[in-house]
């Protein structure tokens, strides 16, 4: 099962995300290289009023660097 399936799948289920699984999300989309998808990952977790913590920051750092986006 994909990380979005079973993201969307614990919603479904009642789950609310907070920093936690969002930073697993953020960060399986860190290894899969979809740094635009983690950027909407981080996106939604601000919208939904979860406040991200330095794990959630570091994950969307590395994805950034990783892909070339952010750039030293």
Known sequence: MKATE?????????????SITYCGLITAYERGGQWRRALKA?????????????AVFNSLMEVLWQSGVLLA
């Open 42 to 54: 981080f996106e939604q977790m601000q919208s939904q009023g979860c406040h991200p913590d330095a």
């Open 6 to 18: 079973l993201f969307e799948q614990m919603q479904t289920q009642g789950c609310k995300p907070d």
